[in-house]
C-alpha cells in the first residue's frame, strides 16, 4: 500500500518559522514534492527533493531523509500570503505521483 | 509562463451530460500525462495515467467507462467524464511529468458542477 501522512493543520504567526512535516511508505521512491495550493486554485510547485539533505529556496527549505521515509517543509519569515495548504506527494516507482491529504497552515497577524 | 494549458476553467451543467476536458503541453511532446481529481477540503486523487497512442491505465477504483481517457496526439490528452451526475462535481487536474527546467507542471484545473 501507500501511505503519505502530513498534519491535517497548523497555525502559526506572521514573521515565525513553522515545519510541516511528512513521512511516507510508498511502492518505490523516486523523489518527493511539496505544492503550495491555494483555495480554488491548483497546486503550485514549490520544491523536489530526490537526495537526502535539505534544499533551500529563499524563504522555503524542503529536508528529505530517504532511510526514515520523512521529508519537511520550513517556511521562513511568514507572510499571510503563506496561508494555503500545503501538498506532500511521492513519485513512486511507476513515476506516479500520489499525493498526502495536505496540511492547511493559517497565518495570524 | 504555464506549460500546462487546461479548459474549460469552469463547466456547469444538468445531470447527464457528458463533458469533455482538454489538457495540453504547451512546452514539449508529453507521451504521458495524468488526470487528478480533488473534492472540496481533501487532497488529489489519481484518476488514471493518459498514454499517448495507447490506452489510459486507471486506478482502483474509478471507472473506466465513466471517465474515457483520450491521447491522441503528443501535446493533447482529453478526459470526457460520460452522463455526469452531482456526485461527480469535482475539481479535475491534469499535469505531466516536471522537467528540471519546467518544474510547475500542473494544468490550471477544471471545476465540473452537475446540477
Known amino acids: 500500500g501507500q501511505n503519505i501522512d502530513q498534519p491535517t493543520e497548523m497555525t502559526a504567526t506572521e514573521g515565525a518559522i513553522v515545519q510541516i512535516n511528512c513521512t511516507y511508505q510508498?511502492?518505490?521512491?523516486?523523489?518527493l514534492f511539496w505544492y503550495q495550493q491555494h483555495a480554488g486554485e491548483a497546486p503550485t510547485f514549490l520544491s523536489y527533493?530526490?537526495?537526502?539533505g535539505l534544499e533551500e529556496k529563499g524563504r522555503f527549505s524542503s529536508f528529505l531523509s530517504r532511510s526514515k521515509g520523512y521529508s519537511y517543509l520550513l517556511l521562513k519569515e511568514l507572510q499571510m500570503k503563506d496561508s494555503a495548504s500545503y501538498l506532500c506527494?511521492?513519485?513512486?516507482?511507476?513515476?506516479?505521483?500520489?499525493f498526502g491529504k495536505g496540511t492547511r497552515l493559517h497565518i495570524l497577524p | 509562463g504555464a506549460v500546462v494549458s487546461q479548459h474549460p476553467s469552469w463547466v456547469i451543467c444538468k445531470s447527464g451530460t457528458s463533458v469533455k476536458i482538454e489538457c495540453r503541453s504547451l512546452?514539449?511532446?508529453?507521451?504521458?500525462m495524468f488526470w487528478y481529481r480533488q473534492f472540496p477540503k481533501q487532497s488529489l486523487m489519481l484518476m488514471a495515467t493518459?498514454?499517448?497512442?495507447?490506452?489510459?491505465?486507471?486506478e482502483q477504483g474509478v471507472e473506466k467507462d465513466k471517465f474515457l481517457i483520450n491521447h491522441a496526439s503528443l501535446t493533447l490528452s482529453t478526459l470526457t467524464v460520460t452522463s455526469a451526475h452531482p456526485e461527480d462535481s469535482s475539481f479535475y487536474i491534469c499535469?505531466?511529468?516536471?522537467?528540471?527546467?519546467?518544474?510547475?507542471?500542473f494544468g490550471d484545473g477544471t471545476r465540473l458542477s452537475i446540477l
Open positions: 506527494a511521492v513519485r513512486n516507482r511507476d513515476d506516479k505521483i500520489i
Open positions: 510508498t511502492s518505490g521512491f523516486n523523489g
Open positions: 527533493n530526490v537526495l537526502d
Open positions: 512546452d514539449f511532446q508529453a507521451t504521458t
Open positions: 493518459s498514454n499517448e497512442g495507447s490506452k489510459a491505465t486507471y
Open positions: 499535469t505531466r511529468y516536471p522537467t528540471l527546467n519546467q518544474p510547475q507542471h
